[in-house]
């Protein structure tokens, strides 16, 4: 049966949104006519914003309380849908009017994608990648920044967590040790990674732009597609390079990798065992990249 009609209720941050693509590409496949309207928070909006198979995008603002949330209901009560999929949770699918409808599954010690496929039943066989949509506007947009005559190496300094961000010196250090590799480098992440970007910036020794706060999300991601290395803490910024095909190395410290890590083939990661990430010494990252990505 090909549906026409679906909702999808996604989640807050933009690695776990991201980590929900697979699942929005295979119902594509799937139901390649159906428009399928998102339910989402105001930061992951842009994240479909060049999906060519989007219908309405349903804002979430849990901040504005309830008469909020009627508005909301009262916004996706409007359509009959054939399918409704809820990854998030948190009751809103009990009112959404739909012929058949998916719930998130709970403690299952697998890779969230993994899950998410698991929750509507699909299997684990054909997994798409994760997805980034993105345009030439965003491209040319960030072409004077991708150099082809030397390799680019992009750093994510940044995190929603302090205890998430591996201490900017290291990085500077690693970007030192890997110059010979990657001579071009570019610092990535939003306005509150700025201070940081300017304190990498004193202590690398080669070229370097801080682009930290200057990119749209987008752009980030065309940015990244066009790199040659991804390196960053546990952040949306990994989910990104992942989703854009770039190889990638993500530092955790507090965290579950087995479930939230990057996905795919050339997503390499390391995790402090007393998950400490300021305990992760730069040789320890700057041997690995050399060993399973510089080769």
Not at 235 to 243: D, V
């Given at each position: 049966?090909?549906?026409?009609?679906?909702?999808?209720?996604?989640?807050?941050?933009?690695?776990?949104?991201?980590?929900?693509?697979?699942?929005?590409?295979?119902?594509?496949?799937?139901?390649?006519?159906?428009?399928?309207?998102?339910?989402?928070?105001?930061?992951?909006?842009?994240?479909?914003?060049?999906?060519?198979?989007?219908?309405?995008?349903?804002?979430?603002?849990?901040?504005?309380?309830?008469?909020?949330?009627?508005?909301?209901?009262?916004?996706?009560?409007?359509?009959?849908?054939?399918?409704?999929?809820?990854?998030?949770?948190?009751?809103?699918?009990?009112?959404?009017?739909?012929?058949?409808?998916?719930?998130?599954?709970?403690?299952?010690?697998?890779?969230?994608?993994?899950k998410h496929f698991l929750?509507?039943?699909?299997?684990?066989?054909?997994?798409?990648?994760?997805?980034?949509?993105?345009?030439?506007?965003?491209?040319?947009?960030?072409?004077?920044?991708?150099?082809?005559?030397?390799?680019?190496?992009?750093?994510?300094?940044?995190?929603?967590?302090?205890?998430?961000?591996?201490?900017?010196?290291?990085?500077?250090?690693?970007?030192?040790?890997?110059?010979?590799?990657?001579?071009?480098?570019?610092?990535?992440?939003?306005?509150?990674?700025?201070?940081?970007?300017?304190?990498?910036?004193?202590?690398?020794?080669?070229?370097?732009?801080?682009?930290?706060?200057?990119?749209?999300?987008?752009?980030?991601?065309?940015?990244?597609?066009?790199?040659?290395?991804?390196?960053?803490?546990?952040?949306?910024?990994?989910?990104?390079?992942?989703?854009?095909?770039?190889?990638?190395?993500t530092i955790f410290g507090?965290?579950?990798?087995?479930?939230?890590?990057?996905?795919?083939?050339?997503?390499?990661?390391?995790?402090?065992?007393?998950?400490?990430?300021?305990?992760?010494?730069?040789?320890?990252?700057?041997?690995?990249?050399?060993?399973?990505i510089i080769k």
């Amino acid at each position: 049966m090909q549906y026409k009609n679906i909702l999808f209720i996604t989640l807050s941050n933009i690695g776990d949104v991201i980590l929900t693509t697979p699942v929005i590409e295979k119902i594509h496949q799937l139901h390649p006519k159906a428009l399928i309207d998102i339910v989402g928070d105001e930061k992951s909006k842009i994240i479909f914003k060049n999906c060519p198979y989007i219908g309405s995008f349903f804002q979430k603002n849990k901040r504005k309380g309830f008469l909020e949330l009627l508005r909301l209901l009262h916004l996706i009560r409007k359509k009959n849908y054939d399918l409704a999929i809820d990854l998030r949770s948190d009751g809103l699918l009990f009112f959404v009017k739909a012929d058949l409808k998916y719930h998130k599954k709970n403690n299952i010690n697998v890779h969230s994608i993994e899950k998410h496929f698991l929750s509507l039943g699909l299997g684990l066989n054909n997994i798409p990648n994760p997805r980034m949509w993105i345009t030439e506007i965003e491209r040319k947009a960030v072409q004077q920044f991708i150099l082809k005559n030397n390799k680019i190496l992009t750093i994510g300094l940044g995190a929603n967590s302090p205890h998430k961000i591996w201490p900017t010196m290291n990085y500077a250090q690693l970007a030192n040790d890997l110059m010979y590799s990657y001579k071009n480098v570019l610092l990535v992440g939003d306005k509150n990674d700025s201070n940081l970007g300017n304190y990498f910036m004193k202590h690398y020794n080669g070229n370097a732009i801080n682009l930290c706060g200057k990119l749209n999300l987008i752009e980030t991601a065309a940015l990244i597609e066009g790199s040659d290395l991804f390196v960053g803490n546990d952040s949306g910024l990994g989910h990104i390079a992942s989703a854009v095909g770039t190889k990638s190395y993500t530092i955790f410290g507090e965290g579950r990798p087995n479930i939230y890590k990057p996905w795919g083939n050339n997503a390499f990661w390391f995790q402090d065992p007393d998950k400490n990430i300021a305990r992760i010494h730069p040789e320890i990252i700057i041997d690995n990249i050399k060993k399973f990505i510089i080769k």
